[in-house]
């Protein structure tokens, strides 16, 4: 049986991806960027870190 990923798993599984190979700077202004044209960069972000604090990311940063 094929399990297909929720788009909110792939949104995840993406920004790690980001944010083990780039500061987290950089990331936020990669979604900015991508997301100039269309939707809300800010409820996106609220989104995907609804359960983080700023220093879970740097602190999830620096072990990569």
């Known amino acids: ?3 297909v990923k929720s788009e909110q ?3 995840q599984e993406g920004l790690k991806i ?3 190979n780039m500061e ?3 990331v ?3 979604w900015a960027a991508w997301n100039m044209r269309s939707g809300d960069y800010l ?3 609220d989104e995907l ?3 983080e ?3 879970l990311v740097v602190q999830k940063t620096r072990k990569s």
């Open 1 to 3: 049986m094929i399990q």
């Open 9 to 11: 798993q792939v949104l």
């Open 18 to 20: 980001l944010l083990s």
């Open 24 to 26: 987290p700077s950089m």
């Open 28 to 30: 936020a202004r990669f």
């Open 43 to 45: 409820k996106l972000k």
């Open 49 to 51: 870190f609804a359960q």
């Open 53 to 55: 604090s700023v220093a």
